[in-house]
């Protein structure tokens, strides 16, 4: 591991002003992604900033009535709340499908959304891959990609985002809230929090550098029966091949989001739509322009078949 250094935050804007200060930052909580990252030399930081010590660990309802989730809750504790297993019911269900209990114990809401992809090419610093060294080719494409992404991929990046709960946050609209180096505040909808690979995929959301994530809120309840299902290769401790997060309402419609598909959680809204008139319909709106390989078209029937499982599952 390459030697670093090190401090304890005092406060979200000291925290930010200090990662802006020195050059490679990263911040630290509960480090499940980012210390393995930095074991294997994925991950090469010069500084660590800590921000455990920062009261960013509650959840609390807002004054419209949505509910404001603190960086720093682990995901055992979100995934436990009241109010989220009553009211936001496929955030739970996504959060228990994700790692293992050990892991939910220690990894934070912030963590989970900014976690790095699972590629095994990305993982193998020997491997060409254009999200751990740009310009170096992937080797991916050319490689087995059973688990890779089949939409929002490019020539230069087709890994997969690896998060279950962020799949459900995108799916309830959830907003991600900052600080950043100088001081300000901001709150950055979800649906443009993460950036497609294109051309730069080592470039993975719109964060600034510096810019702390303090907190995730979430609108009013939607109501209606809330369905999470992750398809994989193992009952515990695997990603997703395909994963579907869905709130129907008795008149059958909703909404869908859709993981281990891209390199983002995935919801095209004009899909939302084709939902009374099937899986079929929807699948096709959802997966328009997909782009398979050899190893992963079976996706495409597999997000079909998943979804029509879930719509069934809604209705009883």
């Known amino acids: 591991m390459k030697p670093f250094t090190y401090e304890r935050a005092t406060s979200p804007a000291q925290a930010a002003a200090a990662a802006a200060r020195t050059r490679n930052t990263k911040f630290i909580a509960g480090g499940t992604n980012l210390l ?6 994925v991950e090469e930081p010069d500084h660590l900033v800590d921000v455990n010590g920062l009261d960013l660990d509650t959840i609390s309802k807002t004054d419209d009535g949505g509910l404001r989730i603190g960086a720093l809750v682990r995901n055992t504790d979100l995934a436990a709340d009241r109010i989220v297993r009553s009211d936001y019911a496929v955030l739970s269900r996504a959060l228990l499908a994700g790692a293992s209990g050990q892991l939910r114990n220690k990894a934070t809401t912030a963590g989970n959304l900014l976690q790095r ?15 751990r060294l740009p310009g170096s080719g992937c080797a991916a494409l050319g490689g087995f990609s059973r688990s890779h992404a089949i939409v929002g991929v490019s020539k230069a990046c087709i890994a997969a985002h690896p998060s279950d709960m962020a799949v459900a946050m995108r799916l309830l609209d959830a907003k991600v809230e900052t600080v950043q180096p100088d001081g300000k505040a901001r709150s950055i909808p979800i649906a443009d929090f993460y950036v497609l690979p294109g051309n730069t995929p080592n470039v993975e959301n719109t964060l600034q550098p510096g810019e702390l994530i303090t907190a995730v809120t979430l609108p009013r309840p939607l109501g ?21 997060a869905a709130v129907v309402q008795k008149d059958g419609s909703g909404r869908v989001a859709l993981g281990g598909v891209a390199p983002e959680p995935w919801r ?6 084709e939902l009374p008139q099937g899986a ?27 979804l029509a499982s879930v719509l069934a599952q809604a209705k009883g």
């Open 36 to 41: 393995d990252l930095m074991k294997i030399g």
């Open 268 to 273: 095209v809204e004009a899909a939302e739509a």
């Open 117 to 131: 992809t699972r590629c095994p090419y990305f993982y193998d610093t020997h491997q060409a891959c254009n999200k």
């Open 224 to 244: 209606g029966t809330h369905v999470y299902h992750k398809v994989r290769d193992r009952a515990s401790y695997a990603f997703a091949l395909v994963s579907v």
């Open 280 to 306: 079929k319909a929807v699948t096709a709106r959802l997966l328009a322009g997909a782009q398979t390989t050899q190893h992963n078209a079976m996706k495409v029937p597999l997000v079909e078949r998943t």
